[in-house]
């Protein structure tokens, strides 16, 4: 089936400097690609969804400058995580869908641990 | 706006059992419901989904109807497996999600 890749699955960053998660489809062309953050034992808060050539739509709440996200192509988005704090330690997952029909199959992937010290 | 309530958890059941997790939805127009599982150390997988009033979705045992009268979208299973142990999300237009339910089962 389809896959989605994310990386880092894991990574440290010291407070202040930006660090950048890559989210690829490594089969299918995804058009929208969505970025959540996932806090431990919660569920998944949805932050921005991603459209390939156009800005991303955040979620209300959600900073964009501070979660900047960049969909430069049909397989790769990008959520950089600038001048990160401790409290932007999360577990970011990314997820990307066939077409972009509301309703068609939607892959995820397999999150990446930020820890910011 | 939209928004999913979704059964909380933790439920233990012992193998075999009967397994519903429920979930509520609010939303305008008649969205597309969806149950996604978590199993431990992966990332989310999609169980079964529903794109209009009346469907069930179904798969691995697992089954879900779309009701748009009660706007409920509850998730079953006629006997559960310890393999089956993971936590289970509820979600509305594939994008917004519920708390997620963790279930557990017992040999």
């Known amino acids: 089936g389809a896959v989605v890749s994310q990386h880092p699955s894991r990574v440290i960053c010291k407070s202040g400097t930006s660090v950048k998660i890559e989210c690829r489809s490594l089969d299918f062309q995804a058009t929208t690609m969505f970025w959540y953050r996932q806090f431990p034992k919660q569920s998944l808060m949805l932050m921005a969804t991603s459209n390939e050539g156009s800005k991303a739509t955040y979620e209300q709440g959600v900073e964009k400058d501070k979660f900047l996200i960049n969909h430069a192509s049909l397989t790769l988005s990008t959520l950089t995580v600038t001048s990160a704090h401790p409290e932007d330690s999360s577990f970011y997952i990314c997820s990307a869908r066939i077409g972009t029909v509301p309703g068609n199959t939607i892959y995820f992937g397999e999150g990446s641990w930020l820890t910011v010290v | 706006g939209d928004s999913v309530t979704q059964m909380e958890g933790p439920v233990t059941l012992s193998e075999e059992a009967f397994l519903t997790i429920n979930c509520t939805y609010t939303a305008t127009g008649y969205p597309s419901l969806f149950w996604y599982v978590q199993y431990p150390g992966e990332g989310l997988q999609l169980l079964l989904k529903?794109?209009?009033?009346?469907d069930k979705g179904s798969n691995k045992g697992f089954e879900a109807t779309y009701r748009k009268e009660t706007t409920s979208f509850h998730l079953e299973k006629g006997s559960v497996q310890v393999s089956d142990s993971a936590v289970y999300f509820c979600?509305?237009?594939?994008?917004?999600f519920g708390a997620g339910t963790r279930l557990t089962v017992k040999p």
């Open positions: 529903a794109t209009k009033a009346d």
């Open positions: 979600a509305l237009r594939d994008m917004r």
